[in-house]
């Protein structure tokens, strides 16, 4: 129970919402009072130490998350290619979640305002790697593409079902990471529903065919195997353990 004598009422809000579903439902459909809570200092500081200083930070996390998405001020890449820009907020999603603790200040910006700088500078990332990749593909032998990119680690054969399930959990616990990342040509086929198609073949039989599954999605097979290559299998190493 909230002491609205000694905490703040935005805190209290935020307390609320992190014991109560309902509670946390409610405070998601208020745009503006969210947008209230990212301008507001001491309730940044709070929902700061909820995530870095306590045991249990997923939920504190997981609660600033959708408050961003609620609040639509995450900036949505004007005239930047969706692809491009998908790509990139990915990348940020996965950054964010990484360096929340160690390099942001709530006392000098918001939430979503320092999350909005590094997606523009995501985004040029993105831009520059394409052109280097681009060129790259260009001027090398076609037999030398598959040697370009880095596949997840194969799981122990000892552990082989146990490390499966796993990185279902991982994929299907980190949606804002996958679910952005679309097939341009194809805007229904994303990251995270490959991954678990993928994953879960792999669990039953322990192989997949790439013709099969671009069958089951009407896509190329080289499209899809270039797709998850590039930029699922991308996304997904970076939450695997070192």
């Not at 491009?84 to 305002?113: D, I, K």
């Not at 500078?121 to 880095?150: F, T, Y």
Request: aromatic share 10%; hydrophobic share 40%; with cysteine.
């Amino acid at each position: 129970m909230c002491n609205k004598i000694i905490a703040p009422p935005l805190i209290c809000l935020l307390q609320a919402a992190l014991n109560n579903p309902i509670e946390r439902s409610r405070l998601l459909q208020q745009q503006e009072q969210i947008r209230e809570i990212m301008n507001d200092i001491p309730a940044r500081e709070w929902l700061f130490e909820q995530i870095c200083q306590t045991d249990d930070p997923n939920q504190a996390k997981k609660l600033i998350i959708h408050m961003m998405w609620s609040s639509k001020l995450i900036w949505h890449g004007g005239g930047i290619s969706p692809d491009v820009y998908s790509e990139a907020l990915s990348r940020t999603w996965v950054w964010f979640t990484e360096h929340l603790c160690y390099r942001y200040n709530p006392a000098q910006a918001s939430f979503v305002t320092w999350f909005n700088q590094r997606l523009k500078g995501m985004i040029q990332d993105v831009i520059r790697e394409r052109a280097k990749e681009e060129r790259r593909r260009l001027n090398s032998p076609a037999d030398e593409e598959d040697n370009e990119w880095i596949y997840p680690p194969a799981p122990e054969p000892d552990r082989w079902h146990e490390t499966i399930q796993e990185w279902l959990e991982l994929v299907r616990n980190n949606p804002h990471l996958f679910i952005n990342c679309r097939m341009q040509s194809h805007p229904n086929v994303n990251c995270q529903v490959l991954l678990i198609h993928i994953l879960k073949v792999l669990g039953d039989s322990g192989e997949f065919s790439w013709n099969a599954i671009a069958q089951e999605y009407g896509v190329e097979p080289s499209a899809l195997r270039r797709f998850c290559r590039t930029r699922c299998f991308r996304i997904f190493r970076q939450l695997l353990p070192e």
